[in-house]
């Protein structure tokens, strides 16, 4: 398996604009995270999937942010509009769940957004 | 809720030393623990993990022990390589249909020839 793939790797956007990040999960995982990652704040989890559902998304920041999941194999995550504080690196996770042993999340590399 | 905290970075160790890593928890039950790495340029990946009191997880000369009694999970390496380099994240996750997993704010380690 590739692993858990996003794209862009890389996104330099103008304020206002709209964004949209994309990963692709490893088959069979039934859950799917969505993590910022910035040095002030560490690393948030932002809202995750169980089955394609949303189960929580208390970590989503504003109306501007939102997530959806089509699909057991794509989701997105959207910005609109951007604003430069939303500059961070946002990471992908996907795991298999179904217990202790299964509960490793698997990242994908990250896309890290720029908003100027 | 769940909480974890790390040991503030960053750390710089010469080659060779040994490496701690703090890291204690707060969680209700019986949570897995879990040390992730992060590489520059990369997303993390699980480095070690143990699910119950006393396991001792270890994985590349890293160790880690379970240690319910003071709710701790500190990392440990013998003798560190220029290629540990890296940011150490101490995390948690519960069993069962809850699968959030907690991670801690991470330690950057630097390890210099």
């Known amino acids: 398996d590739a692993g858990v793939i996003q794209s862009p790797r890389h996104e330099v956007t103008e304020m206002g604009q709209e964004v949209t990040l994309r990963c692709k999960p490893i088959?069979?995982?039934?859950?799917l995270f969505w993590y910022r990652q910035t040095m002030m704040r560490g690393l948030e989890l932002l809202i995750y999937?169980?089955?394609?559902?949303?189960?929580?998304d208390s970590g989503m920041p504003e109306d501007r942010f939102s997530a959806k999941m089509p699909n057991a194999s794509f989701s997105t995550l959207k910005i609109q509009p951007s604003e430069p504080r939303d500059s961070a690196v946002y990471f992908c996770?996907?795991?298999?769940?179904?217990?202790?042993?299964?509960?490793?999340?698997?990242f994908g590399q990250g896309t890290r957004l720029t908003v100027v | 809720g769940d909480s974890v905290t790390q040991m503030e970075g960053p750390v710089t160790l010469s080659e060779e030393a040994f490496l701690t890593i703090n890291c204690t928890y707060t969680?209700?039950?019986?949570?897995?623990l879990f040390w992730y790495v992060q590489y520059p340029g990369e997303g993390l990946q699980l480095l070690l993990k143990?699910?119950?009191?006393?396991d001792k997880g270890s994985n590349k000369g890293f160790e880690a022990t379970y240690r319910k009694e003071t709710t701790s999970f500190h990392l440990e390496k013998g003798s560190v390589q220029v290629s540990d380099s890296a940011v150490y994240f101490c995390?948690?996750?519960?069993?069962?249909?809850?699968?959030?997993?907690?991670f801690g704010i991470g330690t950057k380690l630097q390890v210099i020839p």
């Open positions: 996770a996907s795991s298999p769940g179904g217990g202790p042993a299964n509960t490793e999340a698997f």
């Open positions: 088959s069979g995982h039934d859950y």
């Open positions: 999937f169980n089955n394609n559902v949303p189960i929580d």
């Open positions: 969680a209700t039950g019986y949570p897995s």
């Open positions: 143990a699910t119950k009191a006393d």
């Open positions: 995390a948690l996750s519960h069993s069962g249909g809850y699968q959030k997993v907690t």
